[in-house]
């Protein structure tokens, strides 16, 4: 017993030692190799847009082992590692859910084994088409010359994006489009477009379509409609009012009105203009209406249009108006012959005759001299003259007149409310029916208008004057007393003492014949001028000196 036992712990023993040994000998003996590496792509290399996208790789290795070695997986995409994974597998994969354009590229895959390593050829993926794009507006409903902010975006998508944006419009065949407009966005996944509200856009919507750049061609998505946006007319077409209705005939009061109906939408109301041949005759800036009234003449006649406009709307309408030239101020010329009964009979119908203007009298109201400020009347006449007749005011050595107008009457009156220098000067006028050519209407007396200044405004001029002068005089004295200052002040510094001399210079001085000669006469050379002492006072001071 005791030798089966001993025998049997001895095969313990070699066991455990094999174990222990197994470990040694298998990191000596073992060894590997990569026999191959590929990619395959689920469910292939071209999938459509939001289709899932599953990349795997599968790797074969041959080793000496019983046991799997450890190897690292990397996966690369145009040539930059997106991921890698640690492994004992044959095959690792990569899930990428809902594919997008972005997630087309050039893919591979890498195996490392120790110092190791072998890399899959390149495989290709194709990503066909664009999510679709979301379209939102900031309003359904619009008023024309409005706007509407469109929002296009692609959520799913990485920029940069293209995107397309158009206007269609309700037509009698369905929509049609109006306009449209492209932008790139190249950091955000949206852009925000602002459209105009048009005139005739009655019901319109958007549509927007994204393109994307990948892999050397272009990705469309599907184009895709916004919601409906109903537009109220911000003003109605202009409509032309004529009268008298009918034929009108020369010398009736013309009245042209053009009027629109406004909604209350509108925050301010458009301009109205009524053209005749393209010259402005009458505008309105407020208001529904506009009007134009002149007495009619065939140059009146013609094609007039009417205008209204707004910021971004602009409607039209036109007319054509025909004067005829029927004379309606007349001579009526009848001849009479007395019968037995002395009745009186017509002897020959009566016949419309224009009477030409014959004598032309221009003179000016209040009187010719105008004070400045106060009011100039000019006042042009003909005794008799078949009307219409058209005034023309000039001024002298001027070609063209400085104001015209055309009455059913003998006078016509001119004035300015506060007259000025400028409007100083000669004056005549002119007066023309449909009897006198215009090239050789009769011309009337010449003026002489002369404006003079208001008293308060010479006497704001003389006391302005005044005040010059007296400014100039109060300065001119001023330099004059400072002057005479200045010259008193410099003979009291030459007269201040001077500094006492020396001794030898004293006695030299005393001694000299000259000296003694203008003491005696009394010059003092102390004082520095011509004054003389008394000869008494020179006296008094000898025995003085002698004392001494």
Not at 114 to 121: A, F, G, I, L, R
Not at 253 to 276: D, G, M, N, S, Y
Request: glycine residues 4%.
């Amino acid at each position: 017993m005791q030798l089966e036992w001993a025998q049997e712990g001895k095969m313990w023993l070699g066991l455990v030692l094999m174990l222990l040994l197994c470990p040694s000998l298998e990191g000596q003996e073992n060894s590997f190799t990569i026999n191959h590496i590929y990619m395959e792509i689920l469910p292939g290399q071209e999938v459509q847009n939001g289709e899932n996208l599953t990349l795997q790789c599968i790797v074969d290795i041959s080793t000496t082992s019983h046991i799997k070695p450890q190897h690292w997986v990397l996966f690369y995409k145009d040539d930059v590692l997106f991921h890698n994974v640690s492994s004992m597998e044959t095959t690792e994969s990569y899930f990428i859910p809902q594919a997008r354009v972005y997630d087309a590229g050039t893919y591979k895959c890498t195996v490392i084994l120790n110092n190791k390593e072998k890399t899959t050829s390149e495989y290709q993926v194709w990503v066909k088409g664009v999510s679709d794009p979301r379209v939102t507006l900031d309003k359904r409903e619009a008023i024309e010359g409005g706007v509407v902010m469109v929002n296009c975006s692609v959520p799913e998508e990485k920029p940069p994006i293209h995107f397309t944006i158009e206007k269609l419009k309700l037509h009698a065949n369905g929509f049609k489009q109006k306009r449209e407009k492209k932008k790139s966005s190249y950091n955000q996944n949206f852009v925000m477009l602002e459209f105009s509200v048009e005139e005739q856009d009655h019901v319109i919507y958007f549509q927007c379509q994204a393109t994307i750049f990948s892999e050397n061609h272009m990705e469309y998505s599907r184009a895709i409609k916004s919601e409906l946006v109903t537009v109220t007319e911000s003003f109605s077409n202009p409509k032309f009012h004529v009268s008298p209705e009918g034929v009108i005939t020369e010398g009736d009061q013309l009245h042209i009105r053009c009027t629109i109906q406004v909604t209350h939408l509108v925050q301010a109301f458009p301009e109205i203009i009524i053209q005749k041949d393209k010259a402005i005759v009458a505008y309105k800036s407020h208001g529904n209406e506009a009007s134009y009234s002149v007495m009619a003449m065939v140059e009146h006649n013609g094609n007039y249009t009417c205008k209204v406009e707004a910021s971004r709307i602009s409607k039209v309408s036109s007319i054509v108006v025909n004067i005829t030239g029927e004379l309606l101020s007349c001579s009526v010329v009848q001849l009479y012959e007395m019968g037995e009964n002395d009745s009186t009979q017509p002897r020959c119908p009566f016949h419309c005759l224009s009477a030409p203007v014959d004598e032309v009298k221009l003179s000016i109201l209040l009187n010719e001299d105008v004070e400045s400020g106060k009011a100039v009347v000019l006042r042009c006449s003909v005794n008799e003259a078949s009307g219409p007749i058209t005034f023309r005011f000039y001024r002298e050595k001027e070609t063209s007149p400085f104001y015209q107008i055309t009455l059913n009457d003998t006078q016509a009156i001119w004035h300015k409310a506060k007259a000025s220098k400028e409007h100083e000067g000669q004056y005549y006028c002119t007066a023309s029916n449909r009897g006198n050519r215009v090239k050789n209407s009769p011309q009337s007396n010449i003026l002489t208008v002369r404006v003079f200044l208001a008293p308060w405004i010479k006497g704001l001029i003389a006391v302005f004057a005044i005040g010059v002068i007296i400014a100039i005089l109060v300065l001119g004295a001023r330099c004059y007393f400072l002057k005479k200052a200045k010259a008193k002040q410099t003979p009291v510094e030459m007269s201040r003492p001077a500094a006492p001399l020396l001794n030898s210079s004293n006695e030299k001085m005393l001694s000299d014949p000259n000296t003694e000669a203008n003491r005696h006469y009394g010059y003092n050379e102390d004082v520095g001028n011509h004054a003389m002492k008394p000869i008494n006072e020179n006296k008094d001071q000898e025995p003085q000196a002698t004392r001494n």
